[in-house]
């Protein structure tokens, strides 16, 4: 059994939305932060978003300028993470992946396979 | 904002030492964690707050933090350890920051 399955990557023209989606299973999902990370082409990895557990509580890296919004539902056992005013910077591969019980001073333990997302027109 | 600086590569050859550096301002005031991405795949924890082993990392992985650097060790390095390396951690302003990444190549 897979912890964290991302969906809902593709391709999408820029100025178009997306939305990903990250369904868990094996663990207590509503007692965990949980975070998306993004991964450019041969690049490393960045931080995008977290959602506290019960989702009253999010952060986001500086550089997405609010155009994404992480959300999650835990009586489905999985978090979102909506994608507005897309950029072909936003090109990259976004892994979901499961902190801690608080907020602060996270790591991230287990990780999902990833979604790809392209965009271009 | 708060920056995590690591060497673009490092090599060791099979069954040697690989020390992998993170440098950052008092990164010894905080908690490093270390994750291993192979070619192809999803990163995996390693190593969390400096020096603990999540259960199934090989004991040939340790790590430690003091001062302006943290270094995860590899010790006795086999040919599945060859992949990027990430050093994180939790900062007051920015949540989280990664590191660059180093590449190990094992010869």
């Known amino acids: 059994q897979v912890p964290l399955v991302e969906s809902g990557g593709g391709v999408v023209q820029p100025g178009r939305s997306l939305r990903l989606s990250c369904a868990a299973s094996?663990?207590?999902?509503?007692?965990?932060?949980m975070h998306w990370v993004r991964q450019a082409p041969g690049k490393g990895l960045q931080w995008v978003a977290l959602i506290s557990d019960d989702g009253g509580t999010t952060y986001y890296a500086d550089a997405l300028g609010g155009r994404f919004t992480i959300s999650r539902d835990n009586s489905q056992n999985t978090v979102y993470l909506q994608m507005d005013s897309l950029r072909p910077e936003d090109t990259a591969v976004y892994f979901c992946?499961?902190?801690?019980?608080?907020?602060?001073?996270?790591?991230?333990?287990?990780w999902g396979q990833g979604t790809r997302v392209t965009v271009s027109s | 904002s708060y920056e995590l600086t690591q060497p673009l590569s490092v090599s060791v050859a099979l069954g040697q030492t690989a020390s992998i550096s993170c440098g950052g301002h008092?990164?010894?005031?905080?908690?490093v964690h270390w994750y291993q991405q192979r070619a192809g795949q999803a990163p995996v924890l390693v190593i969390y707050r400096d020096d603990n082993r999540p259960r199934g990392v090989p004991e040939r992985f340790s790590a430690s933090n003091s001062g302006n650097a943290a270094t995860l060790t590899i010790s006795g390095a086999q040919a599945e350890d060859e992949a990027d390396y990430f050093c994180?951690?939790?900062?007051?302003?920015?949540?989280?920051?990664f590191g660059g990444g180093t590449k190990l190549t094992v010869l």
């Open positions: 994180q951690v939790w900062d007051s302003r920015a949540a989280v920051v």
């Open positions: 992946a499961r902190g801690n019980v608080l907020v602060e001073n996270n790591w991230f333990d287990p």
């Open positions: 008092n990164i010894g005031y905080k908690n």
């Open positions: 094996g663990f207590t999902f509503s007692s965990f932060v």
